[in-house]
């Protein structure tokens, strides 16, 4: 009985401060240095930006030591410029402050578990609620400005011009330099006069020009081939991540078109280079 009387009796006496007795939480502070403080958030902070590889071979009392003795090291060391940043110094550290809040925010927003039913929405959309075969196409195209071009293109492919030469020299977008190869794609994936075209030619048949609003197309079908649909459990991580990725983007056009924007006319794109408006 006389020792634990002696333990609480010399804790109250203020002789034993243990960590069973003590508040802890996020601003519970650890130590100061010239009277800035780091904190046990900041630590722990620090310990899940190491990763766990990094901390994984140390006993909990050596991390402690070594995160400590460098944080204590890095808050004497910015204490030098702290109250004396260059104006270099203070839009690099204003910049790294911009994207670390952003960050913040976004994850917070992504990391929200997508519902059943909102990825099962998604495969429907993506899949046309189909599970069995679609078909896919690989066509070529040549596309230009009028259907004059266009239907001189096709005068010359009906009297044995070669189509990937022809593409190369007329097509007017990028695929012109492949031949005007598209690689494989599903007809839902094109505009529709353009899926339409595609959808009647046979192999190696080539299409009477195709207005669309890009311009005029001459269309090639090289061939198509029938693929099976996955199952929803096959890609259920990949809409789920699909998914996040659509609320990130929703939630950064959300906050800019809530936002007051008022952008300074008259600057010159040439000031990006004027790195001594710094006056260093």
Same mark, same amino acid.
Request: aromatic share 4%; proline share 4%.
């Given at each position: ?8 009796? &010399?804790?109250? +006496? ?14 519970? /502070? /650890? ?16 310990? *899940? ?5 990094? +901390? ?25 410029? $702290? ?10 550290? %204003?910049?790294?402050?911009? #994207? ?5 925010? =976004? ?9 059943? %039913?909102?990825?099962?929405? =998604? ?12 078909? *896919?196409?690989? +066509? ?7 259907? !004059?071009? &266009?239907?001189?293109? &096709?005068?010359?492919?009906?009297? #044995? ?5 022809? +593409? ?27 899926? *339409?075209?595609?959808?009647?030619? $046979? ?6 020009? /195709? %207005? ?28 789920? =991540?699909?998914?996040?990725? !659509?609320? /990130? ?12 924007? *008022?952008?300074?006319? #008259? ?14």
């Amino acid at each position: 009985m006389l020792k634990p009387l002696l333990a609480a009796s &010399a804790i109250l +006496a203020g002789g034993l401060t243990p960590w069973a007795v003590m508040a802890q939480d996020a601003d519970t /502070v /650890v130590a100061t240095v010239n009277g800035d403080t780091i904190t046990l958030g900041q630590m722990i902070a620090m310990k *899940e930006a190491m990763g766990h590889d990094a +901390a994984a071979n140390l006993p909990a009392s050596a991390l402690w030591d070594l995160m400590l003795d460098q944080m204590i090291r890095q808050t004497a060391v910015s204490q030098v410029v $702290k109250d004396d940043l260059k104006p270099r110094d203070a839009a690099a550290l %204003e910049n790294e402050r911009r #994207g670390f809040l952003a960050g913040v925010a =976004l994850e917070r927003v992504a990391a929200a578990d997508p519902t059943e %039913e909102e990825m099962r929405a =998604l495969y429907d959309k993506t899949f046309n609620g189909e599970a069995g075969p679609k078909t *896919e196409y690989n +066509a070529a195209h040549i596309l230009v400005k009028t259907k !004059e071009e &266009a239907d001189e293109i &096709a005068k010359q492919l009906k009297e #044995g011009a070669d189509f990937g030469t022809l +593409a190369t020299e007329k097509s007017t977008d990028n695929s012109g330099p492949n031949k005007g190869d598209l690689g494989w794609f599903q007809a839902e994936q094109m505009v529709p006069p353009f899926a *339409e075209a595609v959808k009647t030619l $046979k192999k190696d048949e080539i299409s009477a020009p /195709v %207005e669309t609003q890009f311009g005029w197309h001459v269309i090639k079908l090289i061939d198509s081939r029938d693929v099976q649909a996955p199952g929803f459990d096959e890609v259920k991580e990949q809409i789920a =991540l699909q998914l996040r990725r !659509e609320k /990130v983007q929703a939630e950064i056009d959300k906050q800019v078109e809530a936002a007051k924007i *008022e952008k300074t006319e #008259g600057l010159n794109p040439d000031l990006l280079n004027d790195t001594k408006i710094f006056g260093e």
